[in-house]
């Protein structure tokens, strides 16, 4: 018997459902994207995520092939954006829309919340800002008193997509509330949330594992989709489930999501504290830790200077690697991973042609990502084993040529490594699955495997020694 899991992705532009079987294979999928506005990076609709989610849950579903047994469906589970909240009411109505991560409005509180917590916390996540959740509970309470009275709980924006399948509000995951203060070290919310900022212990949820159970699906939704009382279990964050569909789920494992910025997250034994704030660790369902850091580096650049007719401009660059150019495409000031430069700006020769500088952009990144996981190994005492990727950038052949070259490490690049198929592992991983390692073992299939080349490697080590040394000239590091 073939069992069934379900994965949503409640994303910043949309929804996405994917129905998977117990090997991975996704047998329909569906998306609806949201109706944004000027205030859509700052505040959108819960009751519209719903009504998109049902939306399109009811596609997804029309699409499954006619002999899939729906009463195998075993569980469900969500993701979204971390640092997102929303504030409920006693009867688990929203007060307010939800706070987005990208709102910025919080930048003060944020500055509060890391200063307090830099005084309480020893070894533990403290580098709050604007787009932590924590930052936004704090806003939102010293903004509205009028209404903060009414407060029952604080949910993240997976949380909310969970109550409304379940009716459990009041159940996060150790990954949402990280970045709402929870010690996911200590199992605990640490009393100075409720002793130096104004908040309440009451507002808090309680806090599991991804992938435990924490309610059955409602039974007017089972009858209206046609499904059975299906487990619900806790969500994740988008960029963990991300990860764990990449495979990248093991200590050693690690995971590059080269979209608009350049994302890595991994697995390690042992948290990773980063003093400066680079690197911050979630909690593996598993009981290891999964450390990551976002960088301002990434793909941006390529449709912004390049267009998107990019065949022939792979196949160009595919003739000039290694270039010898020493190129950073950096698309806006300042970078914060792998190191802190509020200061920096990118840079590129003059006079290069279109092909070369295209080239040399893409071992520029991978150069980046070699220092970042240069500082990873060195923080954690762990050796990086494997790397993973994802993202817009792991669609060109010749970029993961450079990469892997760059890295000198195999790069696998997973079928479906989106947040979407991660949730419908995360779904699997306690319901039917002993573990999400096992779990993502047996759903997650390696696409294609870059191994580097003597030759290349050695010419990309001394180029990356060269870009070093820029970055220092620049005073970057």
């Keep these: ?5 379900i994965g949503i992705d409640v994303g910043t532009q949309g929804v996405r459902t994917v129905f998977v079987d117990q090997n991975g294979n996704v047998l329909a999928a569906s998306s609806v994207p949201f109706t944004l506005t000027a205030s859509s990076r700052e505040e959108q609709s819960p009751q519209h995520w719903w009504e998109s989610c049902r939306e399109a849950m009811g596609k997804m579903l029309e699409l499954l092939p006619p002999d899939v047994d729906r009463s195998a469906v075993l569980a469900v589970a969500v993701a979204s954006t971390s640092g997102t909240v929303i504030p409920l009411d006693s009867e688990y109505q929203p007060l307010h829309d939800a706070l987005m991560y990208s709102d910025t409005r919080s930048a003060s509180e944020g500055r509060l919340c890391q200063e307090v917590a830099e005084r309480h916390v020893v070894d533990g996540y403290t580098g709050f800002n604007a787009s932590s959740g924590l930052s936004k509970m704090v806003w939102y309470t010293n903004r509205f008193p009028e209404t903060a009275h009414r407060i029952g ?3 993240h924006a997976a949380d909310y997509i969970t109550g409304m399948l379940s009716g459990n509000f009041d159940t996060t995951d150790y990954t949402n509330a990280l970045k709402s203060g929870y010690d996911v070290g200590k199992g605990e919310w640490p009393p100075y949330l409720t002793t130096q900022l104004p908040l309440k212990k009451e507002w808090l949820q309680e806090v599991v594992a991804s992938g435990e159970p924490v ?3 409602h039974d007017e939704l089972g009858k209206a989709w046609g499904l059975p009382q299906i487990q619900v279990v806790a969500g994740m964050t988008d960029g963990c489930a991300s990860q764990i569909a990449s495979g990248a789920v093991k200590p050693g494992d690690w995971n590059t999501t080269i979209g608009t910025t350049l994302v890595i997250k991994g697995v390690t034994k042992v948290a990773i504290n980063d003093p400066q704030g680079r690197i911050y660790s979630h909690r593996h369902p598993d009981g290891y830790w999964m450390p990551g850091g976002a960088s301002n580096t990434g793909a941006d650049w390529v449709s912004t200077d ?3 007719a990019l065949q022939h401009l792979n196949e160009l660059a595919a003739t000039l690697i290694p270039t010898g150019k020493l190129a950073w495409p950096l ?9 802190i430069a509020p200061h920096a700006r990118g840079f590129a020769p003059d006079g290069l042609s279109e092909a070369e500088r295209f080239a040399a952009n893409m071992e520029g990144v991978a150069y980046i990502e070699r220092l970042a996981y240069e500082l990873i190994e060195q923080l954690s005492g762990e050796r990086v084993a494997a790397v993973y990727t994802a993202g817009g950038g792991s669609n060109s052949d010749v970029w993961l040529t450079i990469r892997s070259n760059v890295l000198k490490l195999p790069i696998y690049k997973s079928k479906e ?6 949730a419908a592992i995360g779904a699997a991983s306690k319901t039917y699955y002993g573990s999400i390692a096992e779990a993502a073992e047996q759903m997650t299939t390696i696409e294609r495997e870059i191994v580097p080349e003597a030759e290349l490697m050695e010419a990309y080590e001394v180029n990356y020694h060269h870009f070093i040394d820029e970055m220092k000239k620049r005073k970057y590091i």
Excluded: S
Excluded at 331 to 339: D, H, L, M, T, V
């Design 153 to 155: 709980k604080w949910i």
């Design 331 to 339: 698309k806006q000031q300042g970078e914060r991973f792998p190191f």
């Design 417 to 422: 490594a989106n947040g979407a198929v991660g």
């Design 1 to 5: 018997m073939v069992n069934y899991f």
């Design 306 to 308: 390049f267009g998107t």
């Design 215 to 217: 309610g059955r699906l």
